[in-house]
């Protein structure tokens, strides 16, 4: 199993750009969610799924859409960039025991 | 408003000592506490779940405990080594399934 994979590792973006952050598990898993992690402020929850074709938001969901298509695929979509919006991005994804297992993670940079 | 505190940002030990990492929380009742272990460029890994009925759990060198009463939980990690070097976070979601709220970390440092 690849477990959960991200892409792009690296981006960089000019304000009021958009672009996708892409996510995969291959562990069948129900629930996925993206955080942010910041530097002091800890992983934050951005949006989250508990199957296809359902998703909530999380603690910082502005400026960002998720969809679920698929059971294996939570891409994370940015609309407009925004200075703020620099960060890492993980995507985690879970079933059953609460266990999330992340992905590697996204550094994004947004001029 | 909802808080999560861990002891310090940085905490540094000798190798082969006890390390204890905490985590207090304000205005929370957690049904599930985690500890994560993330090392530098790498998304967090999954080291242990403790239940809110459950006072301690262990996974070999691994020891968490969870005071409800102290709205607290502490990390061990018995006969330290340098590779135990990472930072530790503490992870609390009010339900099975999503919303996890998570702490600010505590990078440890296990001095050779």
């Known amino acids: 199993n690849a477990g959960v994979t991200q892409t792009p590792k690296f981006q960089v973006l000019k304000t009021g750009q958009s672009m996708t952050l892409q996510c995969a598990q291959d562990?069948?898993?129900?629930?996925m969610s993206w955080y942010r992690q910041d530097p002091g402020m800890g992983l934050r929850l951005i949006h989250y799924?508990?199957?296809?074709?359902?998703?909530d938001q999380g603690e910082v969901p502005n400026g960002y859409n998720v969809s679920r298509s698929t059971t294996e695929d939570f891409p994370l979509r940015l609309l407009s960039a925004a200075p703020s919006q620099t960060s890492v991005y993980f995507c985690?994804?879970?079933?059953?025991?609460?266990?999330?297992?992340f992905g590697p993670g996204t550094r994004l940079t947004v001029l | 408003s909802q808080k999560i505190e861990q002891n310090s940002e940085a905490l540094n030990i000798q190798e082969g000592k006890t390390a204890t990492l905490t985590c207090n929380y304000t205005n929370y009742s957690p049904a599930y506490l985690q500890w994560y272990r993330q090392d530098p460029g790498r998304g967090p890994v999954f080291l242990l779940l403790i239940r809110e009925n459950e006072k301690e759990k262990r996974k070999e060198r691994l020891k968490v405990t969870f005071d409800t009463t102290l709205k607290q939980s502490l990390f061990h990690i018995t006969a330290s080594q340098p590779a135990d070097s990472a930072t530790y976070l503490c992870?609390?979601?009010?339900?099975?399934?999503?919303?996890?709220?998570f702490g600010p970390g505590t990078r440890l440092s296990v001095l050779p």
């Open positions: 562990m069948n898993h129900e629930y």
């Open positions: 799924s508990v199957g296809a074709g359902i998703t």
């Open positions: 992870a609390l979601a009010r339900r099975h399934g999503q919303n996890f709220v």
């Open positions: 985690a994804s879970s079933y059953g025991e609460d266990t999330q297992y």
